[in-house]
């Protein structure tokens, strides 16, 4: 099934459950234009889209797990990070929050940045602050999203394994007394019963690339973050190298007590730096 033949079959369910594009489209969480693109093919779906188009129409169990497994097999989404800058850094959170809601495993490997759902309002207000074309209005109401997608870490429905870079820790992109409170965020998450932090030490051979980050959604969907793009994977062959990668940093990494160990020894250093400038 390419994705005219998927548009064109959700089309077919929704005339069959007798209800109004705009209703599904709204209960989808997406424009009008959105759904009707989707539907004749020129827009390619992904499998949260049809995932929440088939929720709004009502189908069964069976066929939902029929549709979404073709979706993952002819999605492969990338979007342009200044497309979504365009459309609003702060809708961006928004969705990713709504994602999240509905997922009950997330497995995030990063070896550039602190991940978003552990970072300090500081931490993500000096990342954006980078870049200028971003309005202080754009910057705050991405904090205050980011923030309120973190409410998501207590849920003790959910699980979240972080694993991270040393490397991460160290480059200081913001003053070491931004990262010293990042560090002290970082263990405090850490000891959550359902949060999994590990982070991947400098010492030691490595056995595997630290290529790029990635997020893995209840073994259903990959985010990939790229320089000019974020790439989502559904095709469950694609999606199974991200598990394994994923696996074997986990299993390199540092976890627990020698987690907390080493971040105490990081928090130092970032500490003596500051007294020495």
Not at 114 to 138: F, K, M, N, W
Not at 154 to 164: G, L, Q, S, T
Request: with cysteine; aromatic share 4%.
């Amino acid at each position: 099934m390419n994705r005219s033949e998927l548009g064109a079959a959700l089309r077919v369910l929704r005339n069959a459950s007798g209800r109004e594009a705009k209703v599904v489209a709204r209960s989808s969480v997406m424009s009008a234009s959105k759904l009707s693109k989707i539907e004749t093919g020129k827009l390619p779906p992904s499998a949260d889209d049809v995932d929440r188009i088939l929720t709004a129409i009502g189908v069964s169990d069976d066929v939902k797990a029929e549709y979404l497994d073709a979706a993952r097999a002819v999605a492969t989404e990338t979007t342009a990070w200044r497309l979504i800058q365009r459309a609003g850094l702060h809708k961006a959170q928004q969705r990713l929050r709504g994602v999240e809601a509905r997922m009950s495993l997330l497995r995030l490997f990063q070896p550039a940045l602190v991940p978003g759902l552990l970072q300090t309002p500081e931490y993500t207000r000096a990342i954006l602050s980078r870049h200028d074309d971003l309005s202080e209005e754009t910057v705050r109401r991405t904090v205050s999203a980011r923030l309120e997608r973190q409410e998501a870490l207590y849920d003790e429905n959910k699980r979240f394994c972080f694993v991270i870079t040393e490397p991460v820790l160290r480059w200081l992109i913001v003053p070491p007394m931004v990262m010293v409170g990042q560090l002290d965020r970082i263990v405090s998450v850490s000891r959550l019963p359902n949060i999994d932090v590990r982070v991947v030490p400098l010492a030691g051979r490595k056995h595997d690339i630290a290529n790029h980050a990635f997020v893995i959604r209840d073994d259903r969907a990959v985010s990939v973050e790229t320089v000019h793009a974020e790439v989502v994977v559904t095709d469950p062959r694609d999606v199974a190298q991200y598990v394994t990668k994923f696996d074997g940093f986990a299993q390199a990494a540092l976890e627990g007590a020698a987690l907390r160990k080493l971040l105490v020894s990081i928090r130092d250093d970032l500490l003596q730096q500051r007294e020495s400038g």
